[in-house]
């Protein structure tokens, strides 16, 4: 059975910074397209970053130049820095299964329907 299981997260003021880590693990995980994912209260889990083996990244306009997602040895990294209030959300990794729509696209997208393997998701807090 596939596990990822995260770490990181917290309360911090606007203008600081926070990292978030991932681990996939058991069962027959393997990849080629890894992912962070966040949903504030009553609204929909929105894909935040994705990035797939060769490093191709994507990402939401709203974090652009200010998240980094990288993927380091099987470890799935999200360097959240010029946090805002508005970022403030559950956060959840995330990896398409082997064969998933990676495998027929050629790209990572951020759309949730398209991965199959979730965290247990972790608080992030941005107050103002």
């Known amino acids: 059975q596939v596990r990822m299981e995260q770490a990181g997260g917290g309360s911090v003021q606007s203008g600081g910074s926070l990292r978030l880590v991932c681990t996939g693990s058991g069962g027959a995980y393997s990849t080629h397209c890894v992912g962070w994912f966040r949903e504030a209260p009553g609204k929909e889990r929105e894909g935040v970053a994705t990035i797939d083996l060769d490093e191709k990244t994507n990402y939401a306009d709203s974090v652009k130049d200010r998240f980094v997602i990288s993927l380091e040895k099987g470890v799935i990294h999200l360097q959240m820095n010029n946090l805002k209030p508005e970022d403030t959300a559950m956060y959840y990794c995330?990896?398409?299964?082997?064969?998933?729509?990676?495998?027929?696209?050629?790209?990572?997208?951020?759309?949730?329907?398209?991965?199959?393997?979730w965290g247990q998701g972790t608080q992030v807090t941005v107050s103002s």
């Open positions: 995330a990896a398409q299964s082997l064969r998933g729509p990676w495998f027929d696209r050629g790209y990572c997208s951020r759309s949730k329907y398209d991965f199959e393997y």
